[in-house]
């Protein structure tokens, strides 16, 4: 019996399990939004922070450095120190990158590491109403009727928005002229005066528009309907199966991080996203929260990796 207790006792003092027994942060923690403020990123962080602070003892503070579709930040993270105190949340940019430039200044998959899913704001298909289709089989009809005559928008090239498009238009069969915006604003204002006819748009973007009859919605890239529009179909309902597009938000650290440090921010940040309280928040901004394991992150970054490697070829998106 006593050996068994000094072994246990042992076991305590060694350092792998005094870590994970004790690392908590002793600064604030720093996330860099590789993005304009007031963003979803923005968002899904101001809404999280005071839960995290609460459950961490340190604050989140969030911190936008956009520039460089997204290296700029991502670059400061991968090269930070791997305690926990500097995370990167992102979104498809990161998974669309290493496809898009030949060369980054960090490398997507030893330089950064997953700490959790955050949740996705599903894209949705909307149109202007003066176009005479209401689905998806009405507007894939019309586009080979009318090829070329259709054009679209996105917040530029090699973004989910663009590929997600240009995805789609492969597998219906059409052909749409892409028109790249610097933002998801203009893109609404020339989709508004009918200056293009169609976009794929996030949802908490989309609905305001729908809702007043300003635009139609004609499907939602989603495995699921969304409750803000529970009549709209998903594209997979209306004959293309498993088709997605959406702005998914992930949490990243650095590579090096010890894995009791990313297991801890993991379980807390899991924790927070799945209180009642935040879920609701979330889901009235149009965010579905997907909170993963770690391993589950990491094996949804390396699906979209090579999704969006694909439609980057096929698409020939170049950098803007």
């Not at 720093?30 to 899904?44: E, H, N």
Request: hydrophobic share 45%.
């Amino acid at each position: 019996m006593k050996t068994i207790c000094f072994l246990l006792a042992a076991a305590f003092l060694l350092p792998g399990a005094a870590t994970a027994q004790q690392w908590a942060p002793t600064q604030p923690i720093r996330v860099l939004i590789p993005y304009a403020p007031v963003g979803t990123s923005d968002i899904i962080g101001r809404i999280m922070s005071d839960r995290v602070a609460a459950r961490l003892g340190q604050p989140l503070v969030l911190e936008n450095r956009p520039g460089g579709s997204t290296q700029i930040a991502t670059e400061i993270v991968a090269k930070s120190k791997p305690d926990g105190h500097t995370l990167l949340l992102v979104a498809n940019t990161f998974m669309v990158n290493p496809a898009l430039f030949g060369k980054l200044p960090y490398d997507s998959d030893k330089d950064l590491t997953a700490v959790t899913y955050a949740g996705v704001t599903p894209h949705v298909l909307v149109v202007h109403p003066s176009l005479p289709v209401k689905n998806l089989k009405e507007f894939i009809a019309y586009g080979k009727a009318n090829p070329g005559r259709l054009s679209y928008g996105s917040v530029g090239n090699g973004t989910s928005f663009h590929l997600g498009m240009e995805m789609l238009k492969k597998q219906a069969g059409i052909f749409v002229v892409h028109i790249p915006y610097k933002g998801m604003g203009p893109v609404l204002t020339d989709l508004l005066s009918n200056q293009i006819q169609v976009a794929f748009a996030n949802t908490p973007n989309a609905v305001p528009y729908v809702q007043s009859g300003k635009l139609r919605a004609i499907a939602i890239a989603h495995p699921s309907r969304m409750p803000q529009l529970p009549d709209v179909a998903t594209i997979d309902e209306q004959g293309i199966k498993g088709f997605e597009s959406n702005s998914a938000y992930i949490f990243l650290a650095p590579g090096a991080t010890p894995v009791a440090i990313l297991d801890r921010l993991n379980a807390e940040f899991a924790a927070v996203l799945n209180e009642p309280a935040i879920r609701g928040e979330l889901t009235k901004q149009g965010v579905e929260v997907m909170a993963s394991s770690r391993a589950d992150t990491t094996s949804f970054i390396r699906r979209e990796m090579a999704k969006y490697a694909e439609a980057v070829k096929f698409s020939g998106a170049k950098v803007d």
